[in-house]
């Protein structure tokens, strides 16, 4: 049982996942400023203004580096990681919408009655990703410095 406990102490798991969380949740917010529409529904969604693939894993890297240190090589190989995941959400994920997109025109073109419809939305512009890279670290390290893991919160609210 003690394991299961352990896991609630990871404030580096925590707040990384919030940071991602927030991140769709900021979705709403700038779908709002920009489209002038509220839509919950987006929070659901890939893509979009901020990236919440590069939230989480900037977060839990920057997490990382904080708790085992910057120079440690666990933080070297989440950089790495970090690295490789928000070039695929800029690069191959942005590709790949590119393609359905112009795919969807095709069947529609072909097949007026198509009712096939592939997901547009997959990766992020380069600005998005910036925005998320920069949104993790923002949550996760005053977090994990001030508040530190969710035990130690609990532990602090019930005392």
């Known amino acids: 049982m003690t394991e299961f406990f352990s896991f609630f102490n990871n404030s580096v798991l925590f707040w990384s996942l919030l940071s991602c969380l927030l991140a769709q949740f900021f979705k709403i917010v700038f779908n709002f400023i920009s489209n002038k529409e509220l ?39 989440a950089v790495a990681i970090s690295l490789i995941v928000m070039y695929d ?16 025109k095709l069947s529609k073109k072909l097949d007026p009655k198509s009712k096939v419809l592939l997901k547009e939305t997959l990766g992020h512009t380069k600005i998005e990703v910036i925005v998320g890279s920069f949104l993790g670290p923002l949550i996760t390290l005053p977090g994990m410095f001030f508040l530190g893991s969710p035990l130690k919160i609990v532990a602090l609210i019930t005392n």
């Not at 890297?61 to 904080?66: D, E, K, M, P, Q």
């Not at 959400?89 to 969807?104: D, M």
């Open 39 to 77: 839509r919950f529904g987006i929070i659901f969604e890939t893509g979009g203004m901020p990236s919440s693939h590069s939230a989480l894993i900037t977060g839990a890297t920057s997490g990382i580096g904080y708790e085992l240190g910057f120079d440690s090589s666990i933080f070297a190989l």
């Open 89 to 104: 959400a800029s690069g191959v994920r942005k590709s790949a919408g590119i393609q359905a997109s112009e795919i969807n």
